[in-house]
């Protein structure tokens, strides 16, 4: 009898609480009303008064009293039904935690006792589900321990088992599903090692054996990965070399092989490929002097020349083309000074031919 007399007084108040949100939402004014002018806005109301924006004369004193009575009222209304509910909620939480038998619905009981927790024990009530929840979870976990079989749930069980680490021996349990995890890992890049047939395939197996921190041999199967990927990419760039006919082909198949860290005969290919680069280099830069037109291009020339570290000529080449440099500035300042740009003398003023070797300009 006195469940439903305290629904009823719940009811009961959430109706005053709806009642007096509508009555705030639609605030009236009679002298608006009669006006014809809503209540709400102020720059047409009849009246004005002070504010920013101004509130109507008519309504001005009432205005915010009236907000804050409703609003207190709410209030005092909202926690009167809390009041109301706790002694039901509490009384409906403990027959469920009676009939309770998985963790999920500890869990969840105990979210709802923290939300009353200021009723008679119920704050105490929380903890007691929470240790039912956290048992139950353990139990669970430790038999799905038992019936796993891929390394993806012995993660999935480490996670759950570190939720809760500080259960029993929870966070034992969780290392130890780690471990397992890992281990299946193992088993399973060792047998896609076996299956691997390029490069690229060996590499991902030498990051993912890399990861793995409690298996003693990942290491070195690491290593083992990463041998037989530039033992592949080795023998890509040896046939490369063969087709190589220019000097940066050579050039760029150079820093591959230094790259190559395994391979005992990759830095004496590198080498090779140096050697190699360096005539089709003299050649191109020998065949660049012919066009080149500034002194920036020129210049660039002599740099590259004086890199190939006495190449033949190539001192000499680079002492020509710093001389066609010189020339090349040395001629746009005299045009620039109004002078013939082949020797420098003054220009005829009508013909623009040059007074001492004749060049028309």
């Not at 929380?126 to 390394?151: H, P, Q």
Request: glycine share 2%; proline share 2%; hydrophobic share 30%.
């Amino acid at each position: 009898m006195s469940s439903s007399i305290e629904e009823m007084a719940i009811e009961k108040a959430k109706n005053e609480i709806l009642k007096l949100q509508l009555m705030l939402s639609n605030r009236t004014c009679a002298t608006c009303d009669n006006r014809g002018v809503p209540y709400g806005d102020c720059p047409w109301s009849p009246d004005q008064g002070r504010g920013s924006p101004p509130v109507p004369t008519c309504h001005r004193f009432d205005n915010w009293n009236f907000k804050r009575a409703i609003e207190t009222q709410i209030s005092q209304l909202e926690a009167q039904q809390k009041r109301l509910e706790e002694p039901l909620i509490y009384d409906k939480l403990c027959k469920q935690m009676s009939s309770a038998k998985i963790s999920n619905d500890y869990q969840e009981l105990a979210e709802q006792f923290h939300e009353i927790s200021t009723y008679k024990d119920a704050s105490q009530k929380a903890a007691e589900c929470e240790r039912f929840a956290k048992s139950l979870l353990y139990d669970d976990l430790c038999n799905a321990m038992n019936t796993t079989t891929t390394s993806q749930h012995y993660r999935n069980l480490a996670m759950k088992f570190r939720e809760i680490s500080t259960y029993k021996n929870a966070s034992q349990k969780a290392a130890e599903c780690e471990r397992l995890a890992e281990s299946l890992t193992y088993d399973e890049l060792c047998k896609e090692m076996n299956a691997a047939k390029t490069s690229n395939d060996y590499q991902q197996l030498e990051r993912q054996f890399l990861k793995l921190t409690t298996c003693q041999d990942a290491r070195s199967k690491a290593a083992e990965c990463k041998h037989f990927a530039e033992s592949l990419i080795y023998d890509g760039l040896c046939k490369e070399m063969n087709a190589a006919n220019t000097s940066s082909d050579y050039q760029k198949l150079e820093k591959q092989f230094l790259e190559l860290t395994t391979c005992q005969d990759a830095k004496s290919k590198a080498a090779e490929c140096t050697r190699l680069a360096k005539p089709l280099l003299y050649s191109e830069l020998c065949d660049k002097i012919d066009t080149a037109t500034t002194s920036i291009q020129c210049r660039e020339l002599m740099m590259q020349f004086r890199k190939m570290c006495n190449y033949n000529d190539s001192e000499e080449k680079a002492a020509e083309c710093e001389q066609k440099a010189r020339e090349i500035e040395q001629s746009q300042e005299w045009k620039n000074m109004g002078r013939c740009y082949r020797c420098g003398g003054k220009l005829s003023f009508f013909s623009r031919k040059c007074k001492s070797c004749g060049h028309k300009n």
